[in-house]
């Protein structure tokens, strides 16, 4: 069983910082892709961005050049270092991974950007 479970969520003013984290259980994320959603209150849940297990990441246009995803594979975690939020990357964000055709979802942390 993989468990995934994120943490660093919380207030944040625009033009801040924030890093959140994906710390796995059960299989190293160094063996497959991770990926970061985020769903806003009413709103479907987006894809931000994705590490591939060769280290190759991804962004959304929406977060390219603020976000950025990196992974610590002693630790097997993904972190998510949000900078510059604006109130629009307010939501629940998520991470995700598939193993064995098997998808497995956290259970989100929260960033609310307001001044």
């Known amino acids: 069983q993989v468990q995934l479970v994120e943490s660093g969520g919380g207030l944040v003013q625009p033009g801040g910082s924030l890093r959140l984290s994906c710390a796995a259980d059960?299989?190293?994320?160094?063996?497959?892709?991770t990926d970061w959603y985020r769903q806003a209150p009413g709103k479907q849940r987006d894809w931000v961005a994705t590490?591939?297990?060769?280290?190759?990441?991804d962004y959304a246009d929406s977060v390219k050049g603020r976000f950025a995803v990196s992974r610590d594979d002693a630790k097997n975690t993904v972190y998510l270092q949000i900078n510059n939020p604006i109130p629009e990357d307010t939501a629940e964000y998520y991470c995700?991974?598939?193993?064995?055709?098997?998808?497995?979802w956290g259970h989100g942390t929260q960033v609310t950007v307001s001044s």
């Open positions: 995700k991974t598939v193993v064995f055709d098997i998808p497995y």
């Open positions: 059960g299989y190293l994320l160094s063996l497959t892709d």
């Open positions: 590490i591939a297990r060769n280290g190759n990441i």
